[in-house]
């Protein structure tokens, strides 16, 4: 049986139809992408927007976001963690949800670990140090500088200083605190 010649209608419908597929994966693809886009809608307010991501997470996700990924050399890691700056801390990201990795480093009074890492950060004062001079320009250029470190670094969460007893001599975090008024 010889093969015959497909008629015009046909080669002219499988046409239009290949037209059509890269517009409708297009238009799905938007529909799927609509809670994305009314999450980002800075109309509404920050804890509406927070909710709608919320509701989109996994209770997987949820666990992972409060609980992280452990801390470099204190514990198991979980195999996640590969991609951790090697700071304080690392909270997997969230691709899907656009949820950036979460990189943090103690950095009350400089950026912890550099040096380690083969990073250096510039030496700071003790906190009580730098809270005893009262002088509130020191203060907030002494925040910049640690913020601007810390990205360079690549962490986005800085566990930074306190207020705190610093007389209590069962507190193991006095490094870290400003002190309080003695007076």
Known sequence: MPLQR?????CLALFCSLLLIPSLIS??????????????NSGLS??????????????????????????????????????SNGGAGYVV????LEIPAIQ????????????E????STALPSCVAGA????LQSGFEYGALIGRELRAQ???????????LTREPRNGRTFEYMGEDPV
Do not use: F
């Not at 997987?60 to 996640?80: A, N, R």
């Not at 890492?117 to 250096?120: E, Q, T, V």
């Open 6 to 10: 497909p008629s015009q209608k046909l």
């Open 27 to 40: 238009i799905a693809s938007a529909q799927s992408d609509g809670k994305s886009l009314r999450r980002m």
């Open 46 to 83: 920050p804890d509406e927007r927070a909710s709608m991501v919320v509701k989109e997470m996994t209770i997987d996700e949820k666990i992972t976001m409060l609980h992280g990924t452990g801390m470099v050399g204190l514990s198991p890691m979980s195999p996640l963690a590969v991609h």
């Open 93 to 96: 990201e969230i691709p899907r």
């Open 104 to 115: 943090m480093s103690d950095s009350a009074y400089g950026v912890r670990m550099s040096g």
């Open 117 to 120: 890492n083969g990073r250096y």
């Open 132 to 135: 005893a001079s009262w002088d």
């Open 154 to 164: 690549g962490y986005n969460m800085s566990l930074g200083g306190g207020v705190n």
